[in-house]
């Protein structure tokens, strides 16, 4: 009943539902070019942290993705008591790489496809230069703002992973139930139609209530701390056996003055040219750089919610965020490695 | 170098077009501009004249520069290429040698045309032809990408990739125009891959179509019919008239706030003002929350009555030209709202527990590793609390009933950081607990300490309201101090990452304006508190040096004293106090310029090197003090009576903090001294009386030449008219 009357109250403001809306943004980035990818199945605190961002950003090849990405930001939980602050909010994240002329204005069409039309309301674009420290990542740009409301991160990617991006990417981060909220003319995100029978409150609520529950006052700090340290640890053994093998290879190959042969039949190839304890050893044509990435993210998320629980002093705050962001680093190398080595392949 | 001729001259219009400049940078950028194209214009000689009447503008989308002449083309020069000099390129019989023929082959001139020139050097062979002046098009399209791209900015950026052009934001598009009407032609450059043109743009959204312009009139004009003011001076008027306007009817006014009014006119281009309202429940919370929110974060003016009290309304700028159905208003009172509310959900949360009862969350939050957590700065706090409130009863500068409040205050200052209200709005910290510890029925003087406790955030920010605000802010500030430097937190260079720098200038300012407290006995004190510290080396010793830093820095641009009068005073480190430095400063620079004065300091550089350069440890003797006895002139003796007579009258100014008497007082020493150096040779052969001129000496130097001030360091200001000390009598070279 409550929800029937919920529904004629916003009814006046017809604006898409959250689907629609996604579908929508989809489609129109599909129209420029871009590819639709799906979320990715790891908690992140935003769609920048997705490897079809994270590394994609980096090298010269020309990339244009958009995709919905749940984002985790415990600090942010609020039980699902808060009109506005979500744990658990959906981005929509889009990248341009190289960024057209312009990007501003196919941006704002973006929005006009959704329903909003300028000739009623200000749209701006206020400073807001975005840094993500725990990745090496950082940018210029704004945040987009609505009749006073923020609704998108507009970013001029500079770096990622500790490396200057060349050529420079567009971000563009959606915040997508603040801007369905705002198309539905309502004031509290869960009275957002998700469809046409269902809330976003229906499907979410109870779900920012348990997240909030844990991140906030259940995690078990010394396990968090543990999980942290195992993440961590898994992750660097394997950059560092990455460097191990980067520089036996470089000898090994030095000795043998048949720089080719490693590259060209791949590492399965190289194995009797090397010293034998470099069978188990990732090199850069067998590195299982994704999974290594997933330990990075999962230290990330383990910091936000040691954060949100508190648990954090100043100086620990910055120590952590130089380990996470070393492993960042490392695997952004490793993709770079990678790529080079696959060119050299194409040009052999 | 000869102007010859002038020639016609054509206006130029310039403007940037750029994605969203930052409202911060705006006003520097449109500045930079007009100065590095009027620099360039300058160097190309196209200006007709010497006074400059290039305009600027700016919004957040453009910079444009308009010069009203530019020269066509640069005028005529003669210019002369000296050859070889006259001597050798014509031999004994006057004629041409080959380095004057070959000189002219060179210059593809005939020696006939050759030219005798004139230098400071000498006579020389040389060319002289007239160059014709280049045109300013062509000059400009070489110069004008360098005049844009060095505008200078606090953060710019790459648009394209690494090898491409940075700048405060992607440029998009290029108006460089010569000439009016049907005369005008775009200037042909271009900064990553954008071309000059004769084209604009409006209003992002209520004018985006190309509009062609021919001249700086027709320029401004359609912009401003596309909805784009480029003069920031107008859209600042359109937003005071629109204000005035919508508050014309009431008797309410907007909240002053200079700063915000710069941002919205730096970060529109068709402002226009809007009123809005919020609930009036929202009016519970605390008026420094309620205009955080407003100002900070979403950029509104706050309103009021004339009596000062916060209304439910608020002023926003728009970048359109209206809001026929409200519905930007309707958006911009929503997100207040929802900004009101997590603040009204923060306020009401936090009450649920109150301060005092916040401390064993405290012993969990981590001040600093080393330093514990904030329950032990606390308890720090406390100790330093109780040595502050000693030293001001001593004094008896101390109230009954200050002391405790001073600690209550202590005790809950921290609380704050614990709640959700602090969380949010950082900024605010300090002044939520005062906020709160009000509501929470602790006594008005402790709520105040806490609300100021942060204060003074730097030397031009006010002390605390109250002497047990000042003392609550000095414990918090010497501990953060103290406690860092005992941690190895030392601030180096540009680096000061627990804002040790600013803790120092807040506690100089309060000792010297508010507590008037002896300062460096009483970081003596604090430093040897077991604190269960890090054992740090000198502690007091690097806390006083820096220290001594901070008070120099305080005087220097707080009291606009003179650099070598501050460092004189703070090298000194005599038995002034602190809290009189000011005055000290002052009697100081009265005096500094006299000619007595200018010699006692030259006289006191001299004994300080003697004291410290020339004489050995061994040549002071056995004895202590000046033995009368053994004086062998009657110059030493005289200086010797006049520095006792002068110290009793100094002793009797300084009782009185009269420095300025006390100082003409010292310079009347100057004739004694400077006979005694004239006539008597310090370091005697006889070692006791050597001994015993050193020992007179050094109780000068401590008793006179360095007694508040260190006169050695006190510049001179005329070299010429006072004697400059010459080692060569002092420095043992002469002695057998």
Same mark, same amino acid.
């Given at each position: 009943?409550?929800?029937?009357?919920?529904?004629?109250?916003?009814?006046?403001?017809?604006?898409?539902?959250?689907?629609?809306?996604?579908?929508?943004?989809?489609?129109?980035?599909?129209?420029?070019?871009?590819?639709?990818?799906? %979320?990715?199945?790891?908690?992140?605190?935003?769609?920048?942290?997705?490897?079809?961002?994270?590394?994609?950003?980096?090298?010269?090849? %020309?990339?244009?993705?958009?995709?919905?990405?749940?984002?985790?930001?415990?600090?942010?939980?609020?039980?699902?008591?808060?009109?506005? *602050?979500?744990?658990?909010?959906?981005?929509?994240?889009?990248?341009?790489?190289?960024?057209?002329?312009?990007?501003?204005?196919?941006?704002?069409?973006?929005?006009?496809?959704?329903?909003?039309?300028?000739?009623?309301?200000?749209? *701006?674009?206020?400073?807001?230069?975005?840094?993500?420290?725990?990745?090496?990542?950082?940018?210029?740009?704004?945040?987009?703002?609505?009749?006073?409301?923020?609704?998108?991160?507009?970013?001029?990617?500079?770096?990622?992973?500790?490396?200057?991006?060349? %050529?420079?990417?567009?971000?563009?981060?959606?915040?997508?139930?603040?801007?369905?909220?705002?198309?539905?003319?309502?004031?509290?995100?869960?009275?957002?139609?998700?469809?046409?029978?269902?809330?976003?409150?229906?499907?979410?609520?109870?779900?920012?209530?348990?997240?909030?529950?844990?991140?906030?006052?259940?995690?078990?700090?010394?396990?968090?701390?543990?999980?942290?340290?195992?993440?961590?640890?898994?992750?660097?053994?394997?950059?560092?056996?990455?460097?191990?093998?980067?520089?036996?290879?470089?000898?090994?190959?030095?000795?043998?003055?048949?720089?080719?042969?490693?590259?060209?039949?791949?590492?399965?190839?190289?194995?009797?040219?090397? %010293?034998?304890?470099?069978?188990?050893?990732?090199?850069?044509?067998?590195?299982?750089?994704?999974?290594?990435?997933?330990?990075?993210?999962?230290?990330?998320?383990?910091?936000?919610?040691?954060?949100?629980?508190?648990?954090?002093?100043?100086?620990?705050?910055?120590?952590?965020?130089?380990?996470?962001?070393?492993?960042?680093?490392?695997?952004?190398?490793?993709?770079?490695?990678?790529?080079?080595?696959?060119?050299?392949?194409?040009?052999? | 170098?000869?102007?010859?001729?002038?020639?016609?001259?054509?206006?130029?219009?310039?403007?940037?077009?750029?994605?969203?400049?930052?409202?911060?940078?705006?006003?520097?950028?449109?500045?930079?501009?007009?100065?590095?194209?009027?620099?360039?214009?300058?160097?190309?000689?196209?200006?007709?004249?010497?006074?400059?009447?290039?305009?600027?503008?700016?919004?957040?989308?453009?910079?444009?520069?308009?010069?009203?002449?530019?020269?066509?083309?640069?005028?005529?020069?003669?210019?002369?290429?000296?050859?070889?000099?006259?001597?050798?390129?014509?031999?004994?019989?006057?004629?041409?040698? &080959?380095?004057?023929?070959?000189?002219?082959?060179?210059?593809?001139?005939?020696?006939?045309?050759?030219?005798?020139?004139?230098?400071?050097?000498?006579? !020389?062979?040389?060319?002289?032809?007239?160059?014709?002046? &280049?045109?300013?098009?062509?000059?400009?399209?070489?110069?004008?990408?360098?005049?844009?791209?060095?505008?200078?900015?606090?953060?710019?950026? !790459?648009?394209?990739?690494?090898?491409?052009?940075?700048?405060?934001?992607?440029?998009?598009?290029?108006?460089?125009?010569?000439?009016?009407?049907?005369?005008?032609?775009?200037?042909?450059?271009? =900064?990553?891959?954008?071309?000059?043109?004769?084209?604009?743009?409006?209003?992002?959204?209520?004018?985006?179509?190309?509009? /062609?312009?021919?001249?700086?009139?027709?320029?401004?004009?359609?912009?401003?019919? &596309?909805?784009?003011?480029?003069?920031?001076?107008?859209?600042?008027?359109?937003?005071?008239?629109?204000?005035?306007?919508?508050?014309?009817?009431?008797?309410?006014?907007?909240?002053?706030?200079?700063?915000?009014?710069?941002?919205?006119?730096?970060?529109?281009?068709?402002?226009?003002?809007?009123?809005?309202?919020?609930?009036?429940?929202?009016?519970?919370?605390?008026?420094?929350?309620?205009?955080?929110?407003?100002?900070?974060?979403?950029?509104?003016?706050?309103?009021?009555?004339?009596?000062?009290?916060?209304?439910?309304?608020?002023?926003?700028?728009?970048?359109?030209?209206?809001?026929?159905?409200?519905?930007?208003?309707?958006?911009?009172?929503?997100?207040?709202?929802?900004?009101?509310?997590?603040?009204?959900?923060?306020?009401?949360?936090?009450?649920?527990?109150?301060?005092?009862? /916040?401390?064993?969350?405290?012993?969990?939050?981590?001040?600093?590793?080393?330093?514990?957590?904030?329950?032990?700065? =606390?308890?720090?706090?406390?100790?330093?609390?109780?040595? =502050?409130?000693?030293?001001?009863?001593?004094?008896?500068?101390?109230?009954?009933?200050?002391?405790?409040?001073?600690?209550?205050?202590?005790?809950?200052?921290?609380?704050?950081?614990?709640?959700?209200?602090?969380?949010?709005?950082?900024?605010?910290?300090?002044?939520?607990?005062?906020? !709160?510890?009000?509501?929470?029925?602790?006594?008005?003087?402790?709520?105040?300490?806490?609300?100021?406790?942060?204060?003074?955030?730097?030397?031009?920010?006010?002390?605390?309201?109250?002497?047990?605000?000042?003392?609550?802010?000095?414990?918090?500030?010497?501990?953060?101090?103290?406690?860092?430097?005992?941690?190895?937190?030392?601030?180096?260079?540009?680096?000061?990452?627990?804002?040790?720098? &600013?803790?120092?200038?807040? =506690?100089?300012?309060?000792?010297?304006?508010?507590?008037?407290?002896?300062?460096?006995?009483?970081?003596?004190?604090?430093?040897?508190?077991?604190?269960?510290?890090?054992?740090?080396?000198?502690?007091?010793?690097?806390?006083?040096?820096?220290?001594?830093?901070?008070?120099?820095?305080?005087?220097?641009?707080?009291?606009?004293?003179? !650099?070598?009068?501050?460092?004189?005073?703070?090298?000194?480190?005599?038995?002034?106090?602190?809290?009189?430095?000011?005055?000290?400063?002052?009697?100081?620079?009265?005096?500094?310029?006299?000619?007595?004065?200018?010699?006692?300091?030259?006289?006191?550089?001299?004994?300080?090197?003697?004291?410290?350069?020339?004489?050995?440890?061994?040549?002071?003797?056995?004895?202590?003090?000046?033995?009368?006895?053994?004086?062998?002139?009657?110059?030493?003796?005289?200086?010797?009576?006049?520095?006792?007579?002068?110290?009793?009258?100094?002793?009797?100014?300084?009782?009185?903090?009269?420095?300025?008497?006390?100082?003409?007082?010292?310079?009347?020493?100057?004739?004694?001294?400077?006979?005694?150096?004239?006539?008597?040779?310090?370091?005697?052969?006889?070692?006791?009386? /050597?001994?015993?001129?050193?020992?007179?000496?050094?109780?000068?130097?401590?008793?006179?030449?360095?007694?508040?001030?260190?006169?050695?360091?006190?510049?001179?200001?005329?070299?010429?008219?006072?004697?400059?000390?010459?080692?060569?009598?002092?420095?043992?070279?002469?002695?057998?």
């Amino acid at each position: 009943m409550a929800r029937e009357k919920r529904f004629k109250e916003s009814a006046k403001g017809a604006g898409l539902t959250f689907q629609e809306m996604i579908s929508k943004l989809s489609n129109f980035w599909a129209g420029q070019g871009a590819v639709c990818a799906l %979320p990715y199945d790891l908690e992140v605190g935003a769609g920048t942290m997705c490897p079809e961002t994270f590394f994609r950003v980096l090298g010269p090849e %020309p990339w244009k993705v958009a995709y919905v990405q749940p984002s985790r930001r415990p600090a942010d939980g609020r039980y699902g008591e808060n009109p506005n *602050r979500l744990l658990k909010h959906t981005q929509m994240q889009v990248i341009l790489k190289p960024p057209p002329l312009n990007v501003q204005d196919v941006y704002l069409q973006s929005l006009r496809d959704i329903g909003i039309d300028f000739r009623h309301h200000d749209i *701006r674009f206020e400073e807001d230069n975005w840094e993500a420290p725990t990745l090496g990542a950082w940018g210029i740009g704004w945040q987009v703002m609505l009749d006073g409301l923020e609704i998108t991160q507009f970013t001029y990617f500079q770096q990622s992973g500790g490396v200057d991006l060349d %050529p420079i990417s567009v971000e563009l981060t959606y915040g997508l139930e603040r801007i369905a909220a705002f198309l539905q003319n309502v004031n509290d995100v869960y009275q957002v139609k998700w469809n046409s029978s269902l809330t976003y409150g229906d499907l979410r609520r109870t779900e920012e209530f348990e997240l909030s529950l844990y991140d906030f006052e259940m995690a078990s700090i010394q396990t968090c701390r543990s999980l942290f340290n195992l993440y961590e640890e898994e992750a660097s053994t394997f950059l560092e056996r990455y460097a191990e093998s980067k520089e036996s290879e470089s000898e090994a190959l030095m000795d043998t003055g048949r720089s080719h042969m490693a590259t060209e039949h791949g590492p399965r190839a190289t194995d009797g040219l090397l %010293p034998t304890p470099l069978t188990s050893l990732p090199t850069v044509h067998r590195f299982p750089l994704r999974k290594v990435y997933e330990f990075c993210l999962k230290c990330s998320h383990l910091f936000n919610i040691l954060d949100a629980r508190g648990a954090i002093s100043v100086t620990e705050r910055v120590a952590l965020i130089a380990r996470i962001r070393k492993l960042a680093t490392g695997v952004a190398q490793v993709y770079l490695d990678q790529s080079t080595a696959v060119q050299e392949v194409r040009s052999a | 170098m000869k102007e010859l001729e002038t020639f016609r001259s054509e206006p130029l219009l310039l403007e940037v077009g750029s994605e969203e400049i930052p409202a911060r940078v705006l006003a520097a950028a449109e500045q930079s501009l007009g100065k590095r194209l009027e620099g360039v214009l300058q160097k190309l000689r196209l200006l007709p004249s010497e006074a400059s009447s290039i305009k600027t503008f700016s919004t957040p989308r453009r910079l444009v520069a308009f010069v009203p002449e530019v020269l066509l083309r640069q005028p005529e020069k003669t210019e002369e290429i000296a050859g070889p000099p006259f001597k050798v390129a014509f031999d004994k019989d006057g004629r041409p040698t &080959r380095a004057a023929e070959s000189f002219a082959q060179k210059n593809g001139v005939t020696v006939e045309s050759l030219v005798r020139i004139e230098t400071p050097k000498g006579l !020389y062979l040389g060319v002289r032809r007239l160059v014709r002046g &280049r045109l300013a098009r062509e000059l400009l399209a070489e110069e004008l990408p360098g005049v844009i791209l060095g505008i200078g900015f606090p953060k710019s950026m !790459y648009w394209t990739s690494k090898t491409g052009p940075r700048f405060i934001r992607p440029i998009r598009w290029l108006v460089a125009l010569m000439g009016e009407g049907t005369r005008s032609r775009a200037i042909p450059f271009e =900064i990553a891959g954008v071309e000059a043109r004769n084209y604009t743009y409006g209003h992002r959204v209520a004018g985006a179509a190309k509009i /062609r312009t021919h001249g700086f009139e027709e320029f401004s004009r359609k912009l401003r019919e &596309r909805q784009v003011e480029i003069s920031p001076q107008c859209r600042r008027d359109r937003v005071k008239n629109d204000i005035e306007v919508l508050l014309e009817a009431s008797s309410l006014r907007a909240v002053d706030d200079p700063a915000l009014e710069d941002w919205v006119v730096n970060s529109t281009e068709w402002p226009r003002a809007i009123m809005g309202g919020f609930d009036q429940r929202f009016l519970n919370l605390p008026r420094e929350i309620l205009v955080t929110v407003m100002r900070d974060h979403q950029k509104y003016f706050a309103v009021e009555d004339v009596q000062g009290n916060l209304q439910p309304k608020f002023i926003a700028v728009m970048n359109v030209d209206s809001d026929p159905e409200g519905f930007i208003r309707q958006g911009h009172e929503r997100v207040l709202t929802a900004r009101f509310s997590d603040a009204e959900f923060f306020w009401q949360a936090d009450q649920k527990r109150p301060l005092p009862d /916040r401390m064993d969350i405290l012993e969990r939050v981590t001040y600093q590793a080393q330093l514990g957590s904030y329950a032990d700065k =606390i308890r720090r706090m406390e100790a330093i609390t109780l040595e =502050i409130c000693a030293q001001l009863e001593g004094q008896g500068r101390l109230a009954s009933g200050e002391k405790e409040q001073a600690l209550r205050a202590v005790r809950l200052s921290k609380c704050d950081l614990t709640t959700q209200m602090v969380g949010e709005f950082p900024e605010l910290q300090g002044v939520v607990g005062g906020l !709160y510890a009000r509501v929470q029925g602790e006594p008005q003087a402790v709520a105040d300490a806490i609300y100021d406790h942060y204060k003074p955030q730097s030397v031009e920010d006010g002390c605390p309201r109250s002497v047990v605000g000042s003392i609550v802010s000095l414990a918090d500030k010497l501990d953060s101090l103290v406690a860092g430097f005992a941690a190895g937190l030392d601030p180096t260079g540009s680096s000061d990452p627990f804002g040790l720098r &600013r803790a120092g200038n807040g =506690i100089v300012k309060i000792v010297m304006e508010h507590l008037k407290l002896n300062l460096l006995p009483l970081v003596a004190i604090v430093a040897e508190m077991d604190f269960g510290l890090p054992p740090a080396e000198n502690l007091t010793s690097r806390l006083e040096e820096f220290l001594q830093d901070r008070t120099a820095y305080y005087l220097q641009s707080v009291a606009g004293l003179r !650099y070598d009068t501050v460092r004189a005073m703070v090298s000194g480190a005599g038995t002034v106090p602190i809290p009189d430095l000011c005055e000290l400063g002052k009697a100081l620079e009265r005096v500094h310029d006299t000619e007595d004065f200018q010699a006692l300091a030259v006289a006191a550089k001299r004994t300080r090197n003697i004291l410290e350069k020339s004489a050995k440890a061994e040549d002071f003797g056995e004895l202590k003090g000046v033995d009368a006895a053994l004086f062998r002139t009657q110059e030493e003796r005289d200086l010797y009576n006049a520095y006792l007579g002068a110290l009793n009258v100094v002793d009797s100014y300084e009782a009185s903090s009269d420095y300025a008497s006390a100082l003409v007082k010292l310079a009347e020493l100057r004739p004694f001294v400077d006979r005694f150096f004239d006539k008597v040779l310090v370091m005697d052969q006889d070692v006791s009386v /050597r001994a015993n001129r050193l020992r007179l000496l050094s109780e000068l130097m401590a008793g006179a030449f360095s007694r508040f001030v260190d006169l050695s360091q006190i510049e001179s200001t005329a070299l010429t008219s006072v004697g400059v000390p010459t080692s060569g009598m002092e420095n043992g070279k002469r002695m057998p």
